[in-house]
Structure formats: structure tokens, C-alpha cells
């Protein structure tokens, strides 16, 4: 295809229009932000923008409806995790039980350091009991590299209560007490 | 108050007199004008791009913001705490040099300009020199070596290209903007700044000022657009194009002595919007409510001091307003419209006033 090269003519050759042309948009974007105060950008710390949702912001631990950890310790999400910025303690043999009524175990210690955490989702992705969610922090600040390693208590407090429609164990639960009586149907 | 300075002799009142107004017009207008012109440009150049601009800096200690007016205090901290960093390959003595022959003609221009009528028994103007203009031109073409040994100084490609970019759009520009003059001075018959003010007192036609844009308005178009040339600003500022030439002459530098540099150019298009209002707008007159005669007071020596200041204004506004709407011209471009279209231009403009004059007062004396 051939391209038409257009010839400017006497009158776009001096300049003149794109001149007055600048002074119209220039003059449309200032008149915008000073008289009509509307600036594309934010004052940032005093106003913030609406995180959308699903945004994949820090990771947390969550509470199921109950106050009750969710995590299992199963060290999934440990191994999953590229950049290796979550490092759990499982309790072991003797360990504290779980808070949860049916659930084997829950973490000794969970950290994620948050210098190290790339926001993959990787994590949320492979976690079985839906106990660690990318919520919608995206400033984490701190004044030391030790300062910005969440264990799980802080992890757990940021990360909130979780109200999922599956309510997994509570199912489990069920099953459990219905095999208790079992044969249930006695006719 | 001032006693004792008429008790000196003449030639010592003269010293002592343009000492003051030199102290007065360095320290009280100009840098605070360059300081807060820095902080205009960025705020209008954030308001035309749809942003907010440095609005936080204030008194400091307190909450107190005002508009982020604080800015340039800021800024100036921020310059002389930084580290003065010096490349290993450097020419130092031109490296040295470079920013003090940028800053030094900037401030040397605004000698001549008669920034107001009279305050008291003292004419403002620094220096009422007869051949005003030519000085001024005189010292324009200076502050190109600033930026010509900057670039060889810096010696690396970047800020060398800058340089020699500078060296040849100064020269050229500087031409047309010389013989764009010419035709004030063919009508006004006079070099002194303040006696081509004193020519555009009164009315023209009845209702328009007597400026000389109205007379000479291809002069002035010639004359405004080879200022931005000469200051180096968008649409022509090649020598220190950012996107081409990382900074041009000054990517070197760095703490005071770029700051040397920022001054310099912003006190050139603090020079040029004056030299603008002298020649082509009437300086402190306006026509109206006698203000075209000399004040006779002390309030309206201020008021003269004033106008001038505010048409002045209006002009260093332009040359930031400018910035956001013409793309940079190409080298080429550049000189094409320097060499083969404005010099031909100011020729033919020189021509036409003679004649133009010629034939007028002829007729006149016949």
C-alpha cells in the first residue's frame, strides 16, 4: 500500500495553526486542573485509590467463621513458593493440637518474609484449606529487614476472617458424627 | 537616611548608588524571581500535563503549606547539601569555568534594562548606557561559551553534541535576532534602552498603546521566537534535549554547579522577557492615567516597578507555556528556519522600515 504523503500548504507551513492548535489543548488541559480541579494524579498518603478486587496484594493467614486457624500445616504453600519467602514450623509429634475440633494440626510458626514475597498467588493457589488469601495491602512498610518477616500471629491478624461458602471441615465434622452413630438408619 | 551620600562626591554617589541598585536588583528581584520561576514551571508545566505539582513544601516544622511555596528553598537546600560530583575525565579547569560563564553574562544583561521610571531622584536602571542593546547583544553571545566549554569540558559524546549543537544554533539565531532590531533603533533614532521606552509613551491611533509591537510586529514575532533560540527552551532546545542528549552540556554535573547552570538559563529568560517588554512593549509605561510620564513619587516608582515586573510576567509565562505545546525541531529543521527563513526575513523587514522611514520623513521635510 502506498501511503499518501500529504503536502502542507502555505498556510500550515507557518507554523501558525499548530501554534494556536497547542495553545487550545494546553489551554483545555490547564483550565481542567486548576479551575476544575481535576488532576489525573492523587495526593497520595492523604487520598488513596480503591483497590480493585481481586488485586493480588500481600498474603495472610485466615480465621474461619469461628476464630479458629485454618491452616493445616501441610507445607504446601512452602514448597510451592518461588522466591521461598514462606517458612513454616510444623509442631511436631508433641505439639500443640489444633484449635479447630477434627483438624490434625496447625502451624507452630509461619513466617513470610515480605521482602522476599513476588505476589504470585502461587501459595492461595495450592492451598488445600483455603487458609492463606493475596488480600488488598499493597504499602508494607518497615524500618528493618527483621521488621518486614510476619510471623503468624501478625499474619493471622491481618489477614482477618474468612467467609467461604465451603465450610469444609464443618462437613467433615458432620460425616464424623454421623459415622459415630452409624448404622444411623435402623428400620 | 540617604544623607550621607550627598555629601560624597559625585563620582562616589554614582558607585554607591548603582552598588544599591545592583544588591537590590540581584538579591531582592532576581533570584527570588529565578528561585520561584523554577517553582512556576513546575507547577503550571504539572497543571497543563493534568497533575498537581510540588504543593507540600511549606514553613518548615509546622503543617503549614501555602500552595507548597516553600518549594524553592527546598530545592535550594537540596542543591548545595548534594555531593559535587566530579567525573575522573573531566577538563577541570573548563569544568570549573563553564557554570560561571553561564551564570555571569545571564545577570550582566539585566544592567541595562530600566526596570522602572524613577524612585526618588535615581532612575532604575542599573546602567543608563548609550549604546544599551549592543552591550546587551554583546553579552548574550558570552553566555554561548558557557555552554560550549561545558560540553567540551564534560568531555564525553553526549554533552559534547550538546555543545556543539548550542555553539551553532546561538550563532545563527543570534543574527536574526540582532537584525530583527534594527528597525526599532531606525525608528527610534536612539541604542538607550531608556529613551525607546521614552518613544512608546502616549497613544497610537487614539486607543492603542504606543508600543512599538503595534508598529514593528514583525520585529517582535523575529525577536520572540529567536529569544527561545537564545534561552535554549522548547521548541529549541537541542543543546540540552533530554530525550536525545541524556541533558546535553550539563549531564556532567551535578550540586551547585548544575544548579549554576538552571539559574543561568532561567535568568536568561528572565533577561530576554525584559529585553522583550523594553523594546516592544513600553517598558513600566502604560497609557493611561499618566503612567507613561516618569513617576514623581516614591509610590509610583513602585507602580512603575510594577508594571514592568508584571508585563514581564506575562512573557516568562509564555516561555513555560511553550514548552508543553511545540515538539523539540529537528537539527536540520533548526537551522533551515534560522538560516533560510529568518535572517532573509529580518533583511527584507530592515528594508522595508528603511524605505518605509525614508519615504515618510522625506516627505515630511519636503
Not at chain 1, 493445616?72 to 511436631?92: M, R, W
Request: charged share 15%.
Amino acid at each position: 500500500m502506498i501511503v499518501k504523503r500529504p503536502e502542507l500548504s502555505w498556510w500550515e507551513r507557518i507554523y501558525l495553526p499548530a501554534i494556536l492548535g497547542g495553545f487550545k489543548v494546553t489551554g483545555k488541559h490547564f483550565y481542567r486542573t486548576v479551575f476544575q480541579r481535576k488532576s489525573v494524579t492523587m495526593q497520595y498518603p492523604e487520598q488513596k485509590w480503591t483497590v480493585p478486587e481481586g488485586y493480588r496484594g500481600a498474603p495472610y493467614l485466615v480465621k474461619d467463621p469461628d476464630g479458629n486457624t485454618k491452616c493445616v500445616s501441610c507445607q504446601l504453600c512452602e514448597f510451592v513458593c518461588p522466591p521461598k519467602a514462606i517458612k513454616i514450623t510444623p509442631p511436631g509429634p508433641d505439639g500443640q493440637v489444633a484449635d479447630r475440633v477434627n483438624a490434625e494440626k496447625m502451624p507452630k510458626e509461619f513466617e513470610i518474609n515480605m521482602l522476599r514475597c513476588i505476589f504470585c498467588g502461587f501459595c492461595q493457589e495450592v492451598c488445600p484449606e483455603e487458609a492463606i488469601f493475596l488480600q488488598k495491602d499493597y504499602s508494607l512498610t518497615g524500618l528493618s529487614r527483621g521488621e518486614m518477616i510476619y510471623n503468624k500471629e501478625k499474619l493471622l491478624n491481618l489477614g482477618g476472617v474468612h467467609n467461604g461458602p465451603i465450610k469444609k471441615w464443618e462437613h467433615k465434622l458432620k460425616e464424623a458424627e454421623e459415622q459415630e452413630s452409624f448404622p444411623v438408619k435402623q428400620n | 537616611m540617604f544623607d550621607w551620600i550627598n555629601n560624597l562626591s559625585p563620582g562616589m554617589q554614582t558607585a554607591v548608588w548603582a552598588t544599591i541598585k545592583i544588591l537590590g536588583v540581584l538579591f531582592l528581584a532576581v533570584l527570588p524571581m529565578v528561585s520561584y520561576y523554577v517553582m512556576a514551571e513546575r507547577r503550571i508545566s504539572a497543571w497543563i500535563q493534568d497533575r498537581v505539582g510540588p504543593n507540600r513544601v511549606g514553613i518548615p516544622l509546622t503543617k503549614i503549606k501555602l500552595f507548597g511555596l516553600g518549594q524553592p528553598a527546598a530545592d535550594a537546600v537540596k542543591a548545595i547539601l548534594k555531593e559535587d560530583f566530579m567525573p575522573a575525565h573531566v577538563r577541570k579547569v573548563y569544568f570549573w569555568l563553564a557554570p560561571m560563564l553561564t551564570l555571569i553574562p545571564a545577570f550582566m544583561v539585566l544592567a541595562v534594562i530600566p526596570f522602572g521610571s524613577t524612585l526618588g531622584a535615581q532612575k532604575m536602571v542599573i546602567a543608563d548606557l548609550n549604546v544599551g542593546i549592543l552591550y546587551t547583544f554583546g553579552i548574550v553571545s558570552l553566555g554561548v561559551y558557557g555552554i560550549v566549554l561545558a560540553g567540551y569540558a564534560a568531555n564525553s559524546k553526549y554533552p559534547f553534541l550538546g555543545g556543539i549543537r548550542s555553539s551553532a544554533q546561538l550563532v545563527s539565531y543570534e543574527l536574526a535576532m540582532g537584525m530583527s532590531v534594527v528597525p526599532v533603533f531606525m525608528l527610534v533614532g536612539d541604542l538607550n534602552l531608556s529613551s525607546i521606552i521614552g518613544y512608546q509613551q502616549g497613544t497610537l491611533l487614539g486607543f492603542l498603546p504606543n508600543w512599538l509591537i503595534f508598529k514593528l510586529p514583525f520585529c517582535f514575532i523575529i525577536f520572540l521566537i529567536s529569544a527561545f533560540a537564545e534561552t535554549n527552551r522548547l521548541p529549541f532546545d537541542l543543546p540540552e534535549s533530554e530525550t536525545e542528549l541524556v541533558a546535553g552540556y550539563n549531564t556532567e554535573y551535578s550540586s551547585m554547579k548544575f544548579a549554576m547552570f538552571f539559574m543561568g538559563e532561567y535568568t536568561n529568560m528572565i533577561a530576554a522577557s525584559a529585553m522583550m517588554v523594553t523594546l516592544f512593549f513600553g517598558g513600566w509605561t502604560l497609557p493611561f492615567a499618566g503612567l507613561d510620564q516618569p513617576a514623581t513619587t516614591i509610590m509610583g516608582g513602585f507602580l512603575h516597578i510594577g508594571i514592568f515586573i508584571g508585563k514581564m510576567l506575562f512573557f516568562m509565562v509564555l516561555f513555560i507555556w511553550v514548552r508543553w505545546m511545540l515538539p523539540r525541531f529537528r537539527y536540520d529543521q533548526l537551522m533551515d528556519l534560522g538560516w533560510r527563513r529568518f535572517v532573509p526575513f529580518a533583511l527584507a523587514n530592515i528594508l522595508f522600515y528603511a524605505v518605509y522611514i525614508w519615504a515618510t520623513t522625506s516627505g515630511a521635510a519636503n
